[in-house]
């Protein structure tokens, strides 16, 4: 099984930049794809950024595009997301995900490991 546990995260100001991380443990062939997910208050969670692993192919949301890029480190097994030009409307809870299917998407379903989270929070 693997765990996923993020870092990173806290509070900015517009136009500012934040770096999670994700460091994937345990049998970590179970993480060929990993993705970062979001949910801010009161509506659902969103796809933001995904990586399959084994090519380092990259999916990213309309919303985020240009903004956020995600990146790997094989050896140590982590994902990081570099969020730049910060938006208040990028606040809320991000999660790290992962699946050992081939692919990846930015569909919540498809993953069935989690990490327990991380809050951004963008002021205007």
């Known amino acids: 099984q693997v765990q996923l546990a993020e870092s990173g995260g806290g509070s900015v100001q517009a136009g500012g930049s934040l770096g999670l991380s994700c460091a994937a443990s345990g049998h970590t062939y179970g993480s060929r794809c990993m993705g970062w997910f979001r949910q801010a208050p009161g509506k659902e969670r969103e796809g933001v950024a995904a990586v399959y692993r084994d090519v380092g192919n990259t999916i990213y949301a309309d919303s985020v595009k240009g903004r956020f890029t995600i990146t790997q480190d094989n050896a140590r097994n982590t994902v990081y997301l570099q969020m730049d030009s910060l938006k208040p409307e990028d606040t809320a809870m991000y999660y790290c995900?992962?699946?050992?299917?081939?692919?990846?998407?930015?569909?919540?379903?498809?993953?069935?490991?989690w990490g327990q989270g991380t809050q951004v929070t963008v002021s205007s």
């Open positions: 995900a992962a699946h050992q299917w081939a692919g990846c998407t930015l569909d919540s379903d498809d993953y069935n490991i």
